[in-house]
């Protein structure tokens, strides 16, 4: 009897957690297919954007990428962690992106780049089962 209680005290905190993660792989998911469907489609704020980082617009297809590749592996279960973790590192890029050449606020790429971070952390039992197989 004392088990199946123990069982389920873990249980709870467990599903709150997973749905949690759920709650900010679903947002995030939104978040990086409408950021990044601009990019891909060559919308001109996105072009102008690119064009004043200095790199190419190469970039702006990469990114676009990452972001709507990002945003679909956020939704399937054995590759959310992965998503995440690179989407974090595509985060962290904006947020210098913001602070060095672009000005203005880089809190949605930090506030994205923080949501990520969580669920790469969530799911790390996940990832490291995909670098396993």
Do not use: C
Not at 19 to 46: D, R, S, Y
Not at 78 to 106: D, E, K, Q, Y
């Amino acid at each position: 009897m004392a088990d199946i209680v123990l069982e389920r005290s873990t249980a709870a905190p467990d599903r709150l957690r997973n749905a949690g993660l759920w709650v900010l792989q679903i947002a995030g998911a939104a978040m990086f297919f409408m950021a990044g469907t601009p990019k891909l489609t060559g919308a001109e704020n996105m072009i102008q954007v690119f064009a004043a980082v200095g790199l190419g617009q190469w970039l702006r297809y990469v990114t676009g990428v990452l972001e709507v590749l990002g945003a679909v592996a956020l939704l399937v279960p054995n590759f959310a962690g992965l998503a995440a973790l690179w989407l974090t590192a595509v985060m962290v890029a904006a947020v210098i992106a913001h602070l060095t050449v672009l000005g203005g606020s880089p809190a949605i790429p930090l506030a994205l780049l923080i949501a990520m971070a969580i669920v790469a952390w969530g799911r790390r039992e996940r990832t490291a089962r995909l670098f396993r197989r």
